[in-house]
């Protein structure tokens, strides 16, 4: 496998030296947004959710209740950021490069009941129509991204039409700039932290939600933005992904595979698998598994190039038949690639349950992230997921954890 270049840089800013310009990587992610409403013949984004506002307007707000804040964003204009209460006073200053401030209309999920909510959502639409006016795309298509159906209902009840947004939205973030490909690269690094420190960790006793706590701890002294939880699942529960977190105490002789997915640096995501052997060599029947699961991925991203298909890519992870199941659906999400960025499982998809009827071109820019598992249904298992990056000579690994051979725990 070929890596990408490494980080010359670490999360600290400096004059003296380019790293991530995080203003470059505003303006082209929405040089990007305009173009693609364009070419899907639509005025303007009204988009809520952390993700699509943070592609939109490069803002951060409070996410602990759906569309509390949102944003207005034209083809051909300045955005409008619909802001929350406590954040609308005090961030106009911290982000000049958005003009225009509003307070944001939200309706709790409707804790405050129907008719409180139903008002909500008109005042709204009514707020959003103004603005629409007041820009000249009133009579024209609004791509919506995020909000509920009280919010669509309303605008529409209002005179707006309204169309899905999602599609435009893959559309345009299924490749990435430079800018968005260093911060997937920053957010694998720091997860390396995570990493070491599971492997430090792992011995019998160890009780998994304390390794995985320390490793998110790690991961976020390391230049993590955000850490979730951390996933580890452990014995005979290491093969189907089912319960993380249980507080299980981890037996010599273990194999543990952890998932440290959603480590963000500037909002984009990992996605990223390892297995460990707890206090020993793994026998043999479980490296021929891990093996094979290395073959496996390794022919999937080799297919993964320029003007190849996912289809091409797809034919290489196992059949759902092979663990007996009888449909591809019973494997969704466990042998498969997918888009990553501040959008996971976006553009594009392989694997056996569609790719192959439904291919979808690789281009390069594209960040994937490409993950399969082995072993034996109660005995247990084992995992690998790594991010890979499409150049114009191929797919390259974005992620640097050793990843060949079963790593021992702990660290001699």
Known sequence: MKYSEQLRYGANIADWRQGIDVERLRRERQEKARKGLRDHGVAAFLATRSDNTRYLVGLRGPEFQP???????????EPIVFHHAG?????PQEAPWVKEW??????????????????????????????????????E????????????????????TVVDGWPIMLDITKTK????????????????AGWYRTQELLKPGSIDVDVSAEAMLAAHKAGAEETPAGHLRSGIISFDRAFAGTGRIINYGDLVYGSYCQVKYMGYNTCYYRTFSVGKEPDA???????????????????????GSTAEAAAHFAPASKWGYKEE??????????????????????NRQWSLDHPQEFEVGMTLAVEGREGVPGEGGVRLEDAVVITENGAELLDRWPRDEILVSPRG
């Open 329 to 350: 659906a019973e494997l969704l999400t466990l042998e498969i690639g997918h888009g990553i960025g501040l959008y996971n499982y976006g553009y594009p998809i392989v």
């Open 141 to 160: 298509k609004l791509a919506l991204l995020g909000f509920d159906g009280l919010a669509q209902q309303a605008l529409r009840d209002v005179g707006v």
């Open 67 to 77: 569309a509390l804040w949102y944003t207005l964003f034209p083809a051909e204009s």
């Open 177 to 192: 700039t430079v800018d968005e490909i260093s911060c997937l690269k920053m957010a694998f690094d720091a997860t390396d």
């Open 87 to 91: 954040w609308l006073p005090i961030y």
């Open 285 to 307: 029947k479980v490296k021929s598994w891990y093996s094979e699961l290395v073959d496996r991925l390794n022919n999937v991203i080799e297919a993964i190039k320029p003007g």
């Open 102 to 139: 509003r307070l944001a209309r939200a309706w709790l999920s409707r804790g405050p009941g129907e008719e409180a909510s139903r008002l909500e959502a008109e005042r709204f639409a009514r707020e959003v129509k103004q603005e629409l006016v007041a820009k000249g795309i009133e009579n």
